[in-house]
């Protein structure tokens, strides 16, 4: 079946740097377009970046623009999120997505 497993998460201070990681299985991972999603406490859930399945192609939101690059591994089966100049409104928990497959998700805290 299909499980998503992240991981990278973790207390940063402001400006700081974070990779997640999302090791995937039990489907194609080269063919599929994967997603990684943000939920903050009290909001809803929010399209961070995508990358297609070649990894030519990526969507980021304006929030996260320049900041945050979204890359895959193929051979590995595993999508990445390279998070740099962290802000305290980036404290969320990170989910790894695939239509809809989710992770448990990866906690991740910008503060002083």
């Known amino acids: 079946q299909v499980q998503l497993v992240e991981s990278g998460g973790g207390l940063v201070q402001p400006g700081g740097s974070l990779r997640l990681s999302c090791a995937a299985s039990?489907?194609?991972?080269?063919?599929?377009?994967m997603r990684w999603y943000r939920q903050a406490p009290g909001k809803e859930r929010e399209l961070v970046a995508l990358?297609?399945?070649?990894?030519?192609?990526?969507y980021y939101a304006d929030s996260v623009k320049g900041r945050f690059t979204i890359s895959r591994d193929n051979a590995k089966n595993t999508v990445y999120l390279q998070m740099n100049s962290l802000k305290p409104e980036d404290t969320a928990v990170y989910y790894c997505?695939?239509?809809?497959?989710w992770g448990n998700g990866t906690l991740v805290t910008v503060s002083s």
């Open positions: 990358i297609s399945s070649a990894g030519g192609s990526t």
């Open positions: 039990g489907f194609t991972f080269s063919s599929a377009t």
């Open positions: 997505n695939k239509v809809t497959w």
